[in-house]
């Protein structure tokens, strides 16, 4: 991830001094993401090192961070594989360094994987990770409304569509319409705790299995089938914007042997794939529209390749 906020050694040992596992050896900041600041950190713990990630919150506030903190154990003590806060000797998680929210957690094996270099046996490990996501967290007894969901996209769209060019504008609004209609209709597609954001760089694999699914910040409630279309759009993606058949349909096979589709969601499904395209699409053109903003850090003309596709080549559930 990044390193918004720098950390010396007695920073880190004031943490330290809450828990019981161990003394401070080495700690290095973690280049990359755009959110968070992140460190690993390594202890000796009665002649044994081991290695932690420790993550200072940046943009959320101590008060929003519960959920978060919740929903991580919660899935971790049904056995899916997302890091969790340590809680310290007093039974706290949440913890505060340099004034800032702050949790200290396991660091998992595994590495990320280039999204070109992505495999039907990865997309297929994280279609089966994903779906264990969301029959663990199917009565997490905690609910939060994404703050890039239906009424951010709407609103946006309407502020941003008279800078697009006079087609893009029409594709924006029709696929925000798209995404209306289908929640007015009657029928079975379930809602329930999503991921939101489980792009390829948002995993951790090992040869080709997923060890571990980060960053889960952007989760909230909203359809499970969504939270599977955004997973589709980018480990099933090619260069130019296409679907990989393959990926996709081993992505979509190892989901539904954890969680079956719904009869309903085969209809949602070519929308959902379209809706997950538009919102990225939408949140990348937010930035590289707005001149005083000097971070473009990613295209949104990608998000739109594929958006093309999806509507031009409806998919299909297995």
Same mark, same amino acid.
């Given at each position: 991830m990044a390193v918004y906020t720098p950390l010396e050694a007695n920073d880190i040992n004031q943490l330290l001094a809450d828990f019981d596992l161990g003394t401070l050896v080495d700690f290095k900041g973690i280049d990359g993401g755009i959110e968070n600041t992140n460190y690993f950190i390594t202890l000796n713990h009665q002649g044994s090192e081991r290695e932690y990630v420790l993550t200072l919150f940046e943009e959320l506030s101590y008060e929003e961070l519960p959920y978060f903190i919740e929903l991580c154990q919660w899935l971790s003590d049904r056995k899916v594989p997302v890091p969790f806060a340590i809680k310290d000797r007093n039974g706290i998680? !949440?913890?505060?360094?340099?004034?800032?929210?702050?949790? !200290?957690?396991?660091?998992?094996?595994?590495?990320?994987? @280039?999204?070109?270099k992505l495999t039907a046996e990865h997309c297929a490990s994280i279609g089966s990770i994903l779906a264990q996501f969301h029959v663990a967290a199917q009565d997490f007894y905690m609910q939060r409304q994404a703050h890039r969901g239906v009424f951010w996209w709407r609103r946006e769209s309407q502020i941003l569509g008279p800078? !697009?060019?006079?087609?893009?504008?029409?594709?924006?609004?029709? #696929?925000? $319409?798209?995404?209306? $209609?289908?929640? #007015?209709?009657?029928?079975n597609i379930p809602l329930g705790t999503i991921h939101g954001d489980l792009f390829h760089d948002n995993a951790l694999l090992d040869s080709s299995k997923v060890t571990a699914v980060l960053d889960l910040y952007n989760a909230a409630s909203g359809y499970l089938l969504y939270d599977l279309a955004i997973v589709a759009n980018d480990w099933c993606?090619? @260069?130019?914007?296409?679907?990989?058949p393959l990926r996709e349909e081993a992505l979509l096979q190892a989901y539904a042997k954890?969680?079956?589709?719904?009869?309903?969601?085969?209809? @949602?499904?070519?929308?959902?794939?379209?809706? @997950?395209?538009?919102?990225?699409?939408?949140?990348?053109?937010?930035p590289w529209l707005d001149e005083s903003n000097e971070q473009k !850090?990613?295209?949104? #003309?990608e998000?739109?390749?594929?958006?093309i596709f999806r509507r031009n080549n409806p998919g299909k559930l297995p």
């Open positions: 998680g !949440l913890k505060k360094v340099k004034n800032k929210p702050a949790a !200290l957690q396991p660091k998992f094996s595994g590495g990320h994987v @280039a999204q070109q800078k !697009l060019p006079a087609k893009d504008q029409k594709i924006l609004t029709e #696929e925000v $319409q798209k995404f209306d $209609q289908l929640r #007015e209709l009657p029928g993606c090619n @260069a130019d914007g296409s679907i990989d954890v969680r079956p589709f719904t009869s309903d969601e085969y209809r @949602a499904w070519p929308v959902l794939t379209c809706t @997950a395209s538009m919102r990225f699409w939408l949140s990348r053109l937010i !850090l990613k295209d949104p #003309e998000l739109k390749r594929t958006l």
